[in-house]
C-alpha cells in the first residue's frame, strides 16, 4: 500500500484537456466537495493521489475484472482493492452467500455457526494454522498477533524489516523510516527494531545484539510495498532458523499474500512454517475481514483461556463469515490459481518483449499474480534499493494507463493484482495500452 513518503513525487497531473483523458467531470467535483468533509477527501490515504497527482476517481460498481467510475468510464482494474479481489470483483456466489446472511442480522454479537465453518476452512487451507481469531482488518489482525507474541513470550522487542508494511497500529509504525506519523509515544520505538529485508546477516547481528529480548519477527514473506521483492533463496529457511536459535516466533504477514499465492499462502509457496500468521481482506472477497492464528498452545494464551486481550464486536460477524466460506470454497479448486499463474505469466511475456525495445530501464518483478512495472536501473531486493524507482515516469506512466481505461495502484512501489476474471483478450487488452502507456511516458 501508498506508505512510502520518500516515493511521493506529488507531481503534475495531465492536462484536463489532454487528448488521452477520459470525461471525469463528475469525479472532480466529487473530490473537490467531499474533502470539504473528509480530511483530504479519504477514508484511507491509500485513495488518494498524492504519489501521482491529480484527483482520485469516484467508482461506483466493480464486477469481475472490470471497475466503472461515477462518469460511466469502464477500466480494467489491476488494483483488485489493493489485493483481496482475487476472484474479481463481485463473484455472484460470494454476492448471493452475503445477502443471505444480512437477511438474518448483520451483526448478533454472539457466537453462530458460520464462525465455525471459516475457522474450520481457514485450519485446513493453512496447517501453520491450528486455531483463529477472526478480527476486522489486516491491521487489527497484526496488532493482536504482536501483543500475543509479546504476552507469550514475556518480552518487549520485535524485529521488523524496512519496507515492509503491517499496517497503522502504533507498534508497528513506531520505528518505521518510510512512514511517519506523530502521536505515537517515544517509549515505543525502543521495543521495535529494524533491519534490511533479505540480508540474513543484519538479522544475525540485530538478535545477537538483543538476545532473549526479541518476542517475534514479524515479516511480509514477500515484500509487496516497495516492488513486489521475493525473498532470496534460502532468506526465509535462515529467518526460520535464526528465530529457533534466539527462541524468538516468526510472524507471516499474509495480509496480501494469503490466499493469493497458493492456496495455502506463501507459506505454502516456499515451505516454511510460522508460528503465528496474519490474513485480510483476500480471506473473504474483499468483505472487512482480518485473522490470526498459529500454534494451539500460542492462541490459548488469548482470552478467555489466557492473559492477552483482544475483543471486537464485529469480529466474526455473519455476513463477513458467509464471504469467506464461499471465497474459500471457491479458491480450494485449483483451476483458479492456474488461471491466476497463466494470466500472469501472459502479462509480463507481453510487457517483457515490449521493455525490450523500452529506451529506459525497466525492472518487471513478480511473484505469483501480484506484480510491479518498476521504472529503476536494476531489479529491487531491499527497501534501498527501492529509492531508486523514479516516481515521476511511473506518475506519467499511470495517468496514460488510467486515461486508456488501465487502473492501476496509485503507487509506484505497490504491488498490483491479476485476478482469475481478467480473460486472456484483458491481457492482450492491457499489453497493448502498456506500449502506449510507455511510449507516451
Partial sequence: MPHNSKHLCH???????????????????????????????VDSPFRAFNEVGGHTIFFQSGSGAYLYDVDGNKYIDYLGAWGPAILGHAPPSVVSACQAAIAQGAVIGASHESELELAKLVCQAVPSIEKVRFVNSGTEAVMSAVRLARGYKKRDLIIMFEGCYHGHSDSVLASDKHTSSSGIPGSFKQNTLLVPFNDLQALKDCLKAHTKQVAAILIEPVAGSMGVIPPKPDYLEGVRQLANQ???LIIFDEVITGFRLAYGGAQALYNVTP????????????????????????MDRLLPLGDVYQAGTFSGNPVTMAGGIETLRALANPDNYTRLE?????LFE????????????????RVGSM???LFAPKPVTNFQESLAIDAHK??????????AGI?????????????????????DETIKLISQALKSS
Fill in 342 to 346: 497463466a494470466r500472469t505469466h501472459q
Fill in 350 to 365: 507481453g510487457v517483457a518483449q515490449i521493455a525490450k525495445t523500452f529506451s529506459s530501464p525497466l525492472q518487471l518483478q
Fill in 246 to 248: 534466539h527462541d524468538a
Fill in 407 to 427: 487502473n492501476l495502484p496509485p503507487s509506484a512501489v505497490d504491488a498490483a493484482c491479476v485476478s482469475a476474471a481478467h480473460s486472456t483478450a484483458d491481457i
Fill in 275 to 298: 508460528d503465528l500468521t496474519c490474513l485480510g481482506k483476500a480471506l473473504a472477497g474483499g468483505m472487512p475481514i482480518g485473522a490470526y492464528g498459529g500454534k494451539k498452545e500460542i
Fill in 394 to 403: 511511473f506518475a506519467k506512466f499511470f495517468h496514460a494507463l488510467l486515461a
Fill in 371 to 373: 506484480f510491479s512495472i
Fill in 11 to 41: 507531481p503534475e497531473a495531465p492536462s484536463a484537456e489532454g487528448p488521452l483523458l477520459r470525461p471525469l467531470p463528475k469525479s472532480r467535483l466529487l473530490a473537490h466537495e467531499i474533502s470539504q468533509y473528509i480530511p483530504g477527501g
